[in-house]
């Protein structure tokens, strides 16, 4: 990949707020702790800056903003809509881009939120109490960890969207609410794709805790008429994920010299997505189609498919370097998830990135300053 598509797609991501040459920023490692404070001022249709009263058209919540695909999402959308505000609530957890977080809030129509959204429903009222739109990324999603502490994951997931739902339910000001599921919900497939309509049957806690508020989701849609889209993404990708999925944990393990964990035997198949794409599947479809997207289910996904081990060696053949070990495998492992995306394909988007593309682009941000 050459210079010039590198700082293209620094460009479109909006990451000139971070240093993506910086290897702990990138990927995770040590992070230096930060104080947070609680920023918040009413939105409303119009601010006043130091005098200068300024309009927006949109007042826009975004849930779990500063997490690994909110922040991607958020860094584009500051940046390409001044005329939208957004308030990003988080809790800050142990996977957050806090410094990304700090360098949006340089911006004006950007305010930032410290609040854990499953457990303050009575002050998430009052933020949202002008907002027209809400974009829910808000979601612990580590299945390992979900193995371990299956109840935490519940309570945090499903009460923290289900208030947000509150929200929707009792603020008529709120016209779109998208929420990012995952392609989890549906379980092993075991031939074919799974279309939008397919059963949902997951088979760990995190999986589960999504497929609830995918449930819950088509219940306030029935109960109260509210107009909600889900979004289905599968295996996302790219710079500030934390290292506990399979991508960055193996290019963390490969700068850090240590062997690379693989699961079994490593046969277990999964398809990956670029973070700048599920960012611009969410533009499709809240944007730029959102008359004709209310009260639907979208499949977003990538077409390059792999085994665990086998994509292991190709981030080892990208990187130059890489040892292997196998270790136990995890309480039960999904054979292989496969989802149908023709319905957002109907929509005109498609991935732009693919996977040795986009892994081919991680090591180049790695490895060489971008002038």
Known sequence: MCKEQLNFFRCVFSLSYVDITDRNI??????????HKLY??????????????????????????????????????????????????????????????ENLKSFSNFEF???????????LLKITKNTTDIINFAAESSVDR???????????????????????RLNPSIGYFLHISTDEVYGDVYEGDN??????????????????IDLIIKSYQYSYKLPITILRPNNVYGPLQYPEKIIP??????NEKKPIPVHGKGTNKRKYLYV?????????????????????????????????????????EIFG???????KDRNYNDTNYSIDTTKIHNLGWSPKISLVQGLQLCKQLLDSPIE
């Not at 909110?70 to 996977?95: E, Q, R, S």
């Not at 939120?113 to 002050?123: A, P, Q, R, T």
């Open 40 to 101: 918040y001022t009413q939105t409303t249709s119009q601010l006043d800056l130091k005098g200068m009263t300024v309009s927006f058209d949109k007042r826009i919540v975004v849930s779990g903003g500063a997490g690994f695909i909110g922040i991607h999402f958020l860094c584009y959308m500051v940046k390409k809509y001044p005329n939208f505000h957004f308030t990003c609530i988080d809790k800050l957890n142990y996977a957050s881009n806090a410094t990304e977080i």
């Open 146 to 168: 979900s193995f371990k502490d299956p109840v935490y994951f519940t309570k945090n997931n499903i009460l923290a969207t289900q208030n947000l739902l509150e929200c929707h």
């Open 26 to 35: 990138l990927w995770g490692e040590k992070k230096k702790k930060h104080k």
């Open 249 to 254: 944990l193996t290019i963390q393990c490969i």
């Open 276 to 316: 700048l794409d599920i960012v611009l599947a969410i533009e499709t479809v809240w944007i730029k189609n959102p008359m004709t997207t209310v009260n639907q289910i979208y499949n977003i996904g990538g077409t390059d498919e792999l085994d665990n081990l086998s994509l292991i060696k190709l981030i080892m």
């Open 113 to 123: 939120v410290h609040l854990d959204l499953s457990d303050n429903l009575e002050y």
């Open 195 to 212: 279309k939008e309509n397919a059963v949902m049957n997951p088979t760990n806690p995190y999986s589960a805790s999504k497929a609830a």
């Open 321 to 327: 370097r890489g040892e292997i070990q196998f270790i």
